[in-house]
């Protein structure tokens, strides 16, 4: 019986072939046959006067040479439409979510809002996004299951990598940075990282390999020393930056050309006296802003784009934790920090910060905020910044740069809009390059009201 199920099989399969095949057929012929009395080869012409049809001989080879350019034609757009089309599942996806997120809006809560499962939705979105990328990169930001299956908890019964939305735009660097050996060392290649953090893909994915280890590395100096002490050499892997020794860090200040933070290594110029000093303009002294507030009440703090650290260090001797932002820009910056006994943390000012609201005591920022900032995105940072301070919490803004017209007419409004109380606000012009460049500088603390 077997025997005879087989070849019912066989001649049940080859019965389906040979229709398709003479489906095919049709189709092809069909085709011809639109395209040979449609073509620039027929010619219709109608002799209003003997009422005939003239139909010219066709030239064969020519009727080929068309037939073969059409199918690389035809080749070639298969590529831009399948890539249409994954864009177009893509955006029906969204709009099948977006639809599920307004019906919920508008219908009772005990009511089904629909069938569609938006954890699938969002999981089939992750999928098409990742198309055509390498094994790593979809086990790297693709969903996982969860073991146990659903969580009332996260409510969904995957886990989803948060990865920056720019990552998924710029696939070739995507790639780059995702190849290496597994559990191998990894590339150091921090200055193309960063490039691609700042590109938007932030945060970068994890990878499954090791950073390289500094080679002869020593223990760190013990705080309190470590707040002023140049670190041992053997700390840092030095491959990513022009300067190779702390030393040539330290006299980088001396050099041509502009460097970010030029003169940050140097503890023995202007970073030793920095915050200690209140002249009554834009410049604040560090315990003169702490004590607008009842003593001890600070605590915790951040300070944005901290440079080397030093603000969290005059912070530290004061008994106040504050964590430093700060990108390595040709430079140890986020090493250099740890190796003070403070906590670095590399991040761009594009990052939604990574505090839960109204938990620090005090945010600080020194030239970082300013105008190079689009402003729809620097409004969204202020915002940031007063969703994580506390009720009461000060926002030390030093030095912010901007020309004179954009002042009043842009950031004024921008912080009254935002909703901070000004309990010091000092206005300055740069000098530097001439009064004729009105460029000036904005100093302030500014609280988050208590209520």
Not at 285 to 313: C, E, N, W, Y
Not at 330 to 356: E, K, T, Y
Request: net charge positive.
């Amino acid at each position: 019986m077997g025997n005879g199920a087989d070849q019912n099989s066989v001649k049940k399969n080859a019965h389906t072939k040979l229709k398709l095949k003479m489906l095919l057929l049709v189709i092809l012929t069909t085709l011809l046959t639109i395209y040979i009395f449609t073509g620039p080869s027929f010619s219709l012409k109608l002799n209003s006067y003997s009422n005939q049809l003239t139909l010219p001989l066709l030239n064969s080879t020519a009727l080929l040479s068309e037939l073969s350019s059409t199918k690389m034609e035809l080749a070639a757009s298969h590529g831009i439409i399948a890539e249409l089309q994954q864009q177009l599942n893509s955006t029906n996806l969204l709009v099948q979510a977006l639809l599920i997120e307004l019906t919920r809006e508008f219908v009772h809560p005990n009511e089904k809002v629909s069938s569609i499962n938006l954890s699938a939705v969002m999981s089939k979105l992750s999928d098409d996004l990742t198309v055509g990328l390498p094994d790593e990169v979809k086990l790297a930001v693709g969903p996982h299951k969860l073991p146990f299956g659903y969580s009332p908890r996260m409510g969904s019964d995957e886990l989803i990598a948060p990865v920056g939305a720019g990552c998924l735009k710029f696939h070739d660097e995507l790639v780059k940075f995702m190849t290496y050996d597994t559990g191998g060392e990894c590339p150091v290649d921090d200055v193309f990282a960063q490039r691609l953090m700042l590109k938007g893909c932030e945060p970068l994915p994890r990878r499954r390999c090791k950073p390289k280890s500094p080679v002869n590395y020593v223990e760190p100096i013990p705080v309190p020393d470590s707040l002023w002490a140049k670190p041992a050499e053997t700390s840092i892997i030095w491959d990513p930056y022009s300067c190779k020794s702390y030393q040539c860090l330290i006299d980088r200040k001396k050099a041509p050309g502009f460097f970010d933070c030029k003169d940050c290594f140097d503890f023995q110029g202007r970073e030793k006296s920095r915050w200690l000093i209140d002249n009554g303009k834009l410049d604040y002294g560090i315990d003169q802003v702490l004590s607008m507030k009842p003593l001890g009440t600070i605590r915790i703090g951040l300070d944005i784009g901290g440079g080397t650290g030093t603000f969290a260090a005059r912070m530290r001797e004061r008994n106040v934790t504050t964590i430093t932002t700060s990108l390595n820009l040709d430079g140890p910056f986020n090493s250099f920090i740890a190796s003070r006994g403070l906590i670095p943390m590399h991040i761009s000012v594009s990052q939604r910060l990574p505090f839960f609201e109204n938990t620090l005591d005090i945010v600080h920022s020194m030239h970082v905020l300013s105008n190079w900032i689009p402003d729809s995105m620097l409004e969204f940072t202020l915002y940031d910044i007063y969703r994580v301070l506390r009720p009461g919490g000060i926002f030390w803004l030093d030095r912010f740069f901007c020309f004179g017209s954009q002042l009043n007419k842009t950031y004024v409004p921008m912080l009254d809009r935002i909703g901070f109380k000004k309990l010091r606000w000092n206005v300055g012009m740069k000098l530097d390059r001439g009064v004729n460049k009105n460029e000036w500088y904005f100093s302030a603390v500014l609280e988050k009201p208590m209520t």
